[in-house]
């Protein structure tokens, strides 16, 4: 069954840090960009960061750039948020997605079609 | 960042009822957008992907179109399992962006 999963949430103090990660199976995780989105409670959701297969291309959402960090193992099949400076703001569920970047003709598209069950983050004092 | 705007925020329907969903792009971004369905406690579930394509496994009820600002998801018979909240994502330019849902709710 191809599936990711997410671990490592909890609760941390402001200024704390946390590690999530992201476990892929049924799929060879190293042949797609990989992404998380976070949904703070009672909120929408938010796009917050991506990699590519390699690992060699990363982007962020403006207000995490400089504390979060995205990386993979791609002989784990896994992904991982490294998250600094936690602060309140950043209380959420952490969803894990898969990229599938579809090609429709010559242009690229994002198709998170794979997600895990999320990971609850609360930063609190 | 591109702005995503969703409207309507909420809508009230029956079963059967054609129900349509709008999201304009603070710019133009092609046909860069896909459209994400929610239900209480799970993960989004992918609709469709570069505006009009449907994912692999979605009723064909659904319907994406649209392209540079205006962009709509029409679901042509609402069905018991379509009570959820929808959500629109560009992914023209990063930050990638979703407007902030349109949840459907019972008559």
């Known amino acids: 069954e191809v599936q990711v999963v997410e671990s490592g949430g909890g609760l941390v103090q402001p200024g704390g840090s946390l590690r999530l990660s992201c476990a892929a199976s049924?799929?060879?995780?190293?042949?797609?960009?990989m992404t998380w989105v976070r949904q703070a409670p009672g909120k929408g959701l938010e796009w917050v960061a991506n990699i590519n297969q390699d690992g060699t291309e990363k982007h962020f959402l403006d207000s995490v750039k400089g504390r979060f960090t995205i990386s993979r193992d791609n002989a784990k099949n896994s992904l991982y948020l490294q998250m600094n400076s936690l602060r309140a703001e950043d209380t959420a569920v952490y969803f894990c997605?898969?990229?599938?970047?579809?090609?429709?003709?010559?242009?690229?598209?994002?198709?998170?079609?794979?997600w895990g069950p999320g990971t609850m983050v609360t930063v609190s004092s | 960042a591109i702005q995503m705007t969703q409207s309507p925020s909420s809508l009230s329907a029956s079963v059967g009822d054609r129900v349509i969903i709008t999201c304009r792009a603070s710019q133009g971004i092609r046909n860069d957008l896909g459209w994400y369905q929610q239900k209480p406690g799970k993960a989004p579930r992918l609709l469709i992907y570069a505006a009009s394509s449907l994912h692999t496994g979605v009723p064909s009820r659904f319907s994406g179109s649209g392209s540079g600002t205006d962009f709509t998801l029409t679901i042509s018979s609402l069905q018991p399992e379509d009570f959820a909240t929808y959500y629109c994502l560009q992914d023209y330019d990063y930050p990638r962006t979703f407007g902030r849902g349109t949840k459907v709710e019972i008559k």
């Open positions: 997605a898969r990229d599938q970047d579809i090609v429709v003709v010559t242009a690229h598209h994002d198709a998170f079609d794979v």
């Open positions: 049924g799929f060879t995780s190293s042949s797609y960009w």
